[in-house]
């Protein structure tokens, strides 16, 4: 008997080679499993070049609650010299704060653009 299963997997960093992956199920045989979803708030700087730098601010894409997880993201940041540049990529894994709830560190580099192309380097931490 064939069941129907989709998900998705998970690299778990763990050090041993015949356990790195979690699995987890989305739908079986048919059926949604509901699992609560999240998002985070980005703020912050870009790095200083070209004589500027930008600020940016969004929100991640929601991702599962209660498992490891991480988000994606998809930002402008605001005008600066005349013009913006786009702050795409994937957080880090939920980090736990002792008081309950979790951040993600994030990192990149923004997309090249301005009258003298050019990128700049962004990172922070996600809020909680």
């Given at each position: 008997m ?8 998970y ?13 987890y ?21 870009t790095t ?9 601010a ?58 003298a ?12």
């Open positions: 064939e069941i129907p299963v989709s998900g998705y997997m690299h778990s960093n763990d050090s041993d080679p015949m356990h790195s992956h979690y699995v199920i989305t739908s079986w045989d048919g059926r949604q499993m509901q699992m609560p979803t999240h998002a985070h708030e980005m703020r912050g700087a200083f070049d070209m004589g500027h730098n930008h600020s940016f969004g929100r991640t894409e929601p991702a599962p609650t209660g498992v490891q997880h991480t988000h994606q993201y998809f930002i402008f940041t605001a005008i600066a010299d005349g013009h913006i540049h786009q702050i795409r990529g994937m957080t880090g894994p939920a980090i736990p704060l002792s008081g309950g709830g979790h951040y993600h560190e994030f990192s990149g580099v923004t997309t090249v653009d301005g009258v192309p050019h990128s700049h380097r962004y990172s922070g931490r996600t809020s909680r």
